[in-house]
């Protein structure tokens, strides 16, 4: 299970990549795409749509089952990741490389309470 | 306590992830659930089914209660090893379970049920033998192993060639004997192959030879997507104690032509009309159909009963139960997180022998 240094973590297993340009960029950890299976299908925001922290906002769904996916901070959608769309497999084949949807963020105390990567390995091993 | 086959051992060894299925520790799939799905479509692979019971059935009555037990008719079964698929049904018409009997003579039978009716099977057919000169016995100690897909039998054939001579004749739905073996054309996965019924001790040794002649492991994920797709319906998911078989896509398994015969759950299948079919559901808009979705048509609401991502025809399908008078081609609305997707009614058999039907 790959758990980059890198990036930022929510409980929720999504993982959060600070950009330079005030964005953050937003998919599910390695730890979550193993444990839904084969994905198959997915639900992301459209650009424009303003998301509050914790909210549900896009879905993941395997073979298995379905996962909704949460913002891990508040901002509005500036991107969605359309090539995931199309192949939904990559994000099974990397988890990392595959993002999901970027959140233009309003509130940066917010990433404060993202966890880093020992935080969420810690998370991973109870789920 | 959860139960373990006696491939437990083997599965691991083989990095299934393992889930409790109907009280069994079972392997829901060895790394890609989807990948396995194709395998069996496009060449040979093996499904631990051990969880699932053969009951044995002799006696000088034997025929003869199993023509009051079950709901098509095991009359017409004469040729040795002919298999025979089956509702049992309660008195009010609803399915016990459903069940494959093989015949080997009016006297010696063999029923295969599901694992997680199996011991509420077992007590009703012992309920149900009151006054019949019938032997029924519990067979746990056996194990089952599925080998399916298009190459299914010749891989078979090359991991056990002394089992040929006993199995290359068979007809679909038929089985033979085989030393202490029991080799039977059938399966739930709309491809060719056969399933092994054998003693726990063989069952590894023969899931080893079977790897070795390049026969894939697959799991139970794969096994519900592939049985799906063939438009096998799933006890417990697609019908059920309070579903009728008419309601359930099942009519073709009734036998009533023979008018004296009375067998349980007869009149009250001739009294009750159904109100309901199963049919097919293929998705139209993006999303992925699940059981217990509600379903919006014309003449009323229904429910998906059964629904996953088709591997084979890379859309979302399910079966379905709705409104009779909802026909073949209509368009239906299906409810997937309180938003309406456009799904269209089909014949619920979606692929098989490798192809797409739609």
């Known amino acids: ?127 | 306590m959860i139960k373990r086959t006696p491939l437990y051992e083997s599965h691991v060894a083989a990095g299934a992830k393992m889930v409790d299925f109907a009280g069994w520790d079972m392997p829901i799939h060895y790394g890609s659930q989807l990948e396995e799905h194709h395998i069996v479509r496009r060449d040979a692979g093996m499904f631990d089914v051990s969880h699932m019971r053969a009951v044995d059935v002799a006696g000088c009555d034997a025929q003869a209660w199993l023509r009051k037990l079950v709901a098509n008719d095991v009359a017409k079964l004469t040729l040795p090893g002919k298999a025979l698929y089956s509702c049992m049904l309660n008195p009010e018409g609803g399915v016990i379970d459903d069940l494959i009997i093989y015949f080997f003579s009016p006297t010696k039978y063999r029923i295969v049920v599901n694992a997680g009716t199996a011991d509420k099977d077992l007590a009703w057919m012992l309920k149900q033998a009151e006054g019949f000169n019938v032997a029924i016995t519990g067979r746990p100690e056996l194990a089952m192993i599925a080998v399916q897909g298009p190459n299914a039998r010749a891989k078979f054939w090359a991991a056990f060639p002394e089992a040929k001579a006993a199995s290359e004749n068979l007809i679909v739905f038929q089985a033979a004997e085989f030393n202490d073996w029991m080799i039977a054309r059938t399966g739930y996965t709309g491809e060719d192959g056969f399933e092994i019924t054998l003693p726990a001790a063989d069952a590894p040794g023969a899931w080893k030879k079977l790897l070795a002649a390049d026969v894939a492991p697959i799991g139970l994920g794969a096994r519900d997507t592939l049985r799906l797709e063939a438009g096998m319906n799933l006890y417990g998911s697609d019908m059920d104690e309070t579903t009728l078989p008419t309601e359930s896509g099942l009519t073709w398994t009734l036998d009533l032509k023979d008018e004296k015969r009375d067998f349980i759950g007869k009149s009250a299948l001739v009294a009750r009309h159904p109100q309901r079919q199963l049919v097919g559901l293929l998705l139209e808009d993006r999303g992925v159909l699940r059981s217990h979705q509600q379903i919006i048509t014309k003449q009323g609401n229904g429910e998906t009963t059964s629904g996953s991502f088709s591997p084979t025809l890379q859309r979302s399908i399910a079966l379905a139960r709705v409104p009779l008078g909802v026909n073949i081609g209509d368009e239906v609305d299906v409810i997937v997180r309180d938003k309406p997707l456009k799904a269209r009614v089909v014949k619920p058999n979606f692929a098989r022998h490798g192809k797409a039907l739609i």
Not at chain 1, 18 to 47: K, W
Not at chain 1, 57 to 64: D, G, I, L, R
Not at chain 1, 96 to 115: C, G, M, N, P
Request: charged content about 25%; glycine content about 6%.
């Open chain 1, 1 to 127: 299970m790959s758990i980059p240094n890198d990036l930022k973590y929510t409980k929720s297993h999504e993982w959060v990549r600070q950009e330079a340009d005030g964005t953050v960029t937003v998919g599910i950890t390695d730890h979550a795409q193993e444990a839904l299976g084969d994905i198959v299908f997915l639900e992301l925001p459209e650009a424009g749509r303003t998301v509050k922290a914790g909210e549900e906002c896009a879905v993941v769904e395997s073979v298995k089952a379905a996962s909704d996916i949460y913002a891990p901070v508040s901002g509005e959608v500036v991107a969605r990741n359309d090539a995931a769309i199309d192949a939904p497999e990559s994000v099974n084949q990397d988890a990392y490389a595959a993002w999901l949807f970027k959140i233009k963020v309003t509130d940066v105390s917010e990433l404060a309470a993202l966890l880093d990567a020992v935080g969420y390995a810690k998370v991973a091993d109870e789920h």
